[in-house]
């Protein structure tokens, strides 16, 4: 089912908490909504299933249409095919496994199909052998996947999910975004995911739209996301690494990045360097594009360590270039400790350089 929203806005009150949204979803993508607490993504989640009614907008599902402030026209939740898991897992504690699964269908009136649809369900999230038990003699993890069986057992053609493992424990977790990604796309629904976790969004999505103040910020692939962010909200919001600002210069025929008063970085000749002299530019410097080492060499730049994680398989280091407080963010294979001297050089080819909006700056001597 492909979902197309257009204009959808909604206030609480005199807060605004959706500016206009368009936004298009093809049939059978996994969608990951991210963006920072308050940015308004269970409020577009809840609008597009029909728990909250948005005040201006269209949305359709395919040729359907399901809500359209214009004409009047509104298709209750029960009617528009999706399924919905919530952060809280929202079982009824009085109700077994099975009658909470069953509850959908029921209300449907498929009363025929109950034990086969039920039964179904709780085999794909591996229940089978719990239909019997209440919520309370179930683990977290347990119950979610509950949760998960009711919102696919009548056959949805969406689900959606506002947060549904955050929370459950990191390994719990890991396992759970396993079985929900392989379950989505063995039953070809399509998902629309609500996070601000943005490792969950980059390993489960086909597609992140990102969200900020009510806005839609971009929408991409989280390859797009991570390696072409378009303004410096998403490069600050989504992946590791540094957002610095920079400035383009050009001197005798040479382009360069100037970091700070000191930094100089040459820049490779390649179409996004078509800035004038001058130019303030935003900077976007992942971990992987700079080589950090102890060994000293003329060729490379020197910086300070300022702290260390060690991430199992690697070293994340921050460290400042000497002469400016600007932090950058490395790997590194070797161990290195707070106040370390280092040397490092900056992959200029691959590193990521957006105009500053709106801003544009020519140093005067
Ligand atoms: N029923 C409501 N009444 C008043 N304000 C609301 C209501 N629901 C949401 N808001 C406000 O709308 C804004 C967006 O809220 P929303 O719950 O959509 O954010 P979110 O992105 O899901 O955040 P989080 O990551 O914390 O869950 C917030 O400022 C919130 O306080
Ligand atoms: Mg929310």
Redesign the pocket.
Known sequence: MDIALHGIEKS??K?Q?LKPIDLHINNGDFVCLL??????????LRIIGGLENADEGRIQFSDRLIFDQAKKINVQPQKRKIGMVFQDFALWPHMTVFENVAYGLRAQGRKAEVKDKVSEALANVQLGEHAKRYPHQLSGGQQQRVAIARAIANDPEIILMD?PLSALDATLRDEMRILLQSLVKKLGMTAIY?T?DQHEAMTMADQIVV?NDGNIMQQGSPEDVYREPENETVARFVGKGAVLEGMHRQADGIDYLQLNHQTRLPLPQKEHVDFADGTMLTVVIRPEQINLTKAPAETLLAGTVKTVSFLGEKYEVSFTVDGSDELLFANAKERMAPGDQVYFNIDTKSIHIIEKDGMNYVETA
Do not use: D, W
């Open positions: 609480f009150g807060l908490a963006g920072p607490s308050g940015c308004g993504k269970t409020t577009l947060e609500v601000h969200m």
